[in-house]
């Protein structure tokens, strides 16, 4: 229902339900993925959502030991229907 239109990938957990609050379904993918298939998003049009990317970090404590700590990357991503087809022009 919601997935990443470059890797074809599933989107999962806390991200399915910032994309369902968009109202729409389908392919999704950040402005580079877009460029790398072949898109552009045209001046001003705004990111649908910004997802969540899960990060672990490890943190030295002052005693010398490691602990994981959680935390996360946001990214915007945009629908297939805001991107346009970039032709190529024959010179």
Known sequence: ??????TKKDYQG?????LAATGRTGGFC???QAMKMGF??????KSIAKL???????VELPN??????????M????H???????EKVKI
């Open 1 to 6: 229902m919601y997935y990443n239109e470059y």
């Open 14 to 18: 806390k991200n399915i339900e910032i």
């Open 30 to 32: 950040t402005f580079n």
């Open 52 to 58: 969540i990317k899960p990060m672990i970090d490890l």
């Open 80 to 86: 297939v229907s805001q991107l346009v087809k970039i």
């Open 40 to 45: 552009s998003v045209p001046k001003g049009t």
């Open 75 to 78: 990214f915007s991503v945009f």
């Open 64 to 73: 010398g030991k490691l602990d994981e700590r959680k935390s996360g990357r």
